[in-house]
C-alpha cells in the first residue's frame, strides 16, 4: 500500500491519521502452489487499486476509486472475484447495494467508483433548508469483467456463473450527509437505482433502494 502525503501522527498503538486529502495505490498479488503445505490449485491472482480525492474548489470534493484484477490458472469459486454485493439496509464502500450474492463472479474485472460530495455548495444556497446544515452527494458505480469457460466448468454447481461481460452493470444515485443534531451528525442516507440487471442467483434484484451510512469518526 502506498498513501503519499498522508498525514500521521502519534505513536504506537495511540497512532492517528489527520484529515489531509491523500491519493492510495494497493497492489495485492497471490501465488498459488498445487501439493506445496495441502495446497490443491497453482494460480497466480493480482489485484489493483487506485483512490484519488480531486479538490473542485467550491463545488466540493470528488473521490475516484479504480481496480482492476485478474486470476491466473483453474480455480474454485472461492479463488476467483466475485462481484461484491451487499444485501443489508446499510451503505458498504466498494459494494453493489442493488445485486444479489454471487450474481457476478470474475476471474479479470474493472471496477470503477465515482463519489462526489458538494459540502454545502447547493443546499446551503437554499433558505431554510440550509439551516439543517445537510450535504449533498452524488455517486455512480459500475464493474465490466469475464469469466473463462474453464472455470465455469471447474465450478459446475447450483449456482450460475455469470459475469457482467455483455454489458456494464452500474448504479447511481444522490444522498445527503452529515445528519444529526448540533455537532453530533454522523448520518447519511442515499437513494440508489441500478441498470439494466436481472438476478441468476436469487430473488429479483431491486431497481431502487435506500440505504443508510454511519461515518466511522467525529
Known sequence: AY??????????????????????LVVN???????????????????????QPIVLGKIGILITTAEVGKTFGTVPITLLSAVPANQ????????????NYYDYVTDTYVYGDFEHHFDGFILNRIPLINRLKLRSVLSFKGVYGTISDANRAINRSNITYAAPSDQLYYEYGFGFENIGYKDIRPLRVDFLWRGEHVSVNG???PKFAIRIGIKAGF
Not at 498525514?7 to 489531509?20: D, I, L, N, P, T
Not at 498445487?34 to 497466480?44: A, I, V
Open 88 to 99: 443489508t439496509y446499510w451503505l458498504t464502500k466498494n459494494t453493489f447495494s442493488l445485486m
Open 203 to 205: 430473488l429479483p434484484s
Open 29 to 51: 498479488y497471490k501465488r498459488g502452489y498445487k501439493n506445496f503445505l495441502g495446497g490443491d490449485f497453482n494460480y497466480d491472482k493480482i489485484q489493483i487499486k487506485y483512490s
Open 3 to 24: 498513501t503519499p502525503t498522508r498525514f500521521e501522527y502519534g505513536f504506537g498503538v495511540e497512532q492517528k491519521m489527520g484529515k489531509s486529502i491523500y491519493p492510495s
